[in-house]
């Protein structure tokens, strides 16, 4: 079993920056731990993600060069920092633990999610 809890999310006006955190407990080994977002009427995402083993890394195509998800293993602490954020960035942020990083029909444990608003 893995326990995800996010936060971090909040209002943040065009240009900005925020940065979301996953705490991570219990066996997620072997995962690729990542992030989700589900913007209103759209589907859910996936925007970024880290294998466990070998450290390879995810981001959508939309986030390349702004977004950066890194890991503090000592604290159990997945981050996404988010730069250069654009009005899109509207959704509900999710942290996961799957076996891929891209599908979400495959993430096994879903964290409550964090909300981010454009304030423009």
């Known amino acids: 079993y893995v326990r995800l809890v996010e936060s971090g999310g909040g209002s943040v006006q065009a240009g900005g920056s925020l940065r979301l955190s996953c705490v991570l407990s219990?066996?997620?080994?072997?995962?690729?731990i990542g992030w989700f977002r589900q913007a209103p009427g759209k589907e859910r995402e996936a925007v970024a993600g880290?294998?466990?083993?070998?450290?390879?890394?995810y981001y959508a195509d939309s986030v390349k060069g702004r977004f950066t998800i890194s890991r503090d293993n000592a604290k159990g602490t997945l981050y996404l920092q988010m730069n250069n954020l654009k009005p899109e960035v509207t959704a509900m942020y999710s942290c996961?633990?799957?076996?891929?990083?891209?599908?979400?029909?495959?993430?096994?444990?879903w964290g409550q999610g964090t909300q981010v608003t454009d304030s423009s």
């Open positions: 996961s633990a799957a076996p891929s990083c891209q599908s979400q029909v495959l993430v096994s444990y």
């Open positions: 219990g066996s997620y080994g072997g995962y690729c």
């Open positions: 880290v294998y466990t083993v070998g450290g390879s890394m």
